[in-house]
């Protein structure tokens, strides 16, 4: 099969398409036909070898997480899904197998014509009929983020919030959410994104390092988590700042003790999983902004576009 094929820690530059053995299904697992896949950091920084102390990769390694496509093959085992079955989700390498919960989502990486993943897992479903594969793929982990987000935050109806990073994959699936639920949405984005953010619902357009005083939520879905002095000056006393980056945020690193800080990053499923995403999805409500499409053969340049480019909303590739 094609793939995005990994050979040794490093750069985007290094990644190559080329052929690999499909994989099979072994008990609890399925193979699906890949019809389109979402890039993620993680595609990027795990092979960078940036973890590589906790979570070695094995080579050949085939990036991507986030999929949608046909099911092939069932393993032994496998209830509640059946050869031609319309699916999507989010699964992750499997040397990150320590880091997830107790039914992890893993897989032989996405970026390719065939992945298998598991099928006892919150984080892989049908997809509605009324949901395109491009959609489905760009908005797994996009859209499991912004639910565990809205979740945690509990946003009001008149309240204030600061959307750091708006024009990515997750931020321009959020920013409609909050505006929907009835927020002010003041968003981060560059000048050739303004236009677009404001449509999807943004009252107000700034620059990083431009905020305001007294909002009270703030999310961010993109700058280092070591790296929020600047956003928590940001948030009201008693406001909320809700980030889903790494390093793990400690309340001492960003000199308040007035502000809710919250670390949202939902490894079990447990404020829903790839199921509520398709009913969100199937009724209009959640919805990814699709910036570029890519086919197989170029989804190496699509992850190096992914990390050396300013790119808007999610990078899809379409098998």
């Not at 993680?42 to 990036?63: E, K, M, N, Q, T």
Request: hydrophobic share 45%; charged share 20%.
């Amino acid at each position: 099969m094609q793939a995005v094929v990994v050979n040794n820690y490093g750069p985007p530059e290094e990644y190559l398409v080329g052929e690999l053995p499909a994989p099979r299904p072994g008990p609890g697992q399925l193979l699906v036909r890949v019809a389109a896949a979402s890039i993620n950091p993680g595609d990027i920084v795990i092979p960078s070898g940036r973890f590589r102390d906790v979570a070695p990769l094995s080579f050949p390694h085939v990036p991507g997480n986030d999929f949608a496509g046909t099911v092939s093959e069932v393993g032994p085992g496998v209830t509640g899904y059946a050869a031609g079955d319309e699916v999507f989700g989010y699964a992750a390498p499997r040397a990150l197998r320590a880091m997830l919960g107790p039914r992890p989502s893993m897989s032989t990486g996405s970026l390719a014509e065939y992945v298998v993943v598991e099928a006892d897992t919150p984080f892989v479903t049908h997809r509605p009929a009324g949901v395109t594969a491009e959609q489905a793929a760009a908005l797994a982990t996009a859209g499991l983020s912004v639910r565990a987000l809205l979740a945690t935050a509990d946003v009001r109806p008149g309240e204030t919030v600061l959307v750091v990073g708006a024009t990515g994959g997750v931020g321009t699936t959020l920013v409609p959410v909050l505006a929907a639920a009835g927020a002010t949405v003041i968003a981060t984005a560059t000048a050739e994104d303004a236009d677009l953010i404001r449509e999807l619902g943004a009252t107000e357009i700034i620059g990083y390092g431009d905020y305001p005083v007294d909002v009270d939520a703030a999310f961010n879905v993109t700058l280092p988590s070591d790296q929020l002095t600047g956003v928590a000056k940001a948030v009201r006393p008693g406001g909320r700042l809700l980030t889903i980056t790494y390093p793990v945020p400690q309340q001492d690193w960003i000199g308040r003790d007035d502000v809710d800080l919250r670390f949202v990053l939902d490894m079990e499923g447990a404020l829903g999983g790839m199921r509520e995403v398709a009913e969100l999805a199937a009724g209009g409500s959640l919805r990814a902004t699709i910036g570029r499409r890519y086919a197989l053969d170029q989804a190496a340049q699509a992850c190096l576009d992914f990390d050396r480019r300013h790119t808007t909303g999610k990078l899809v590739v379409v098998a």
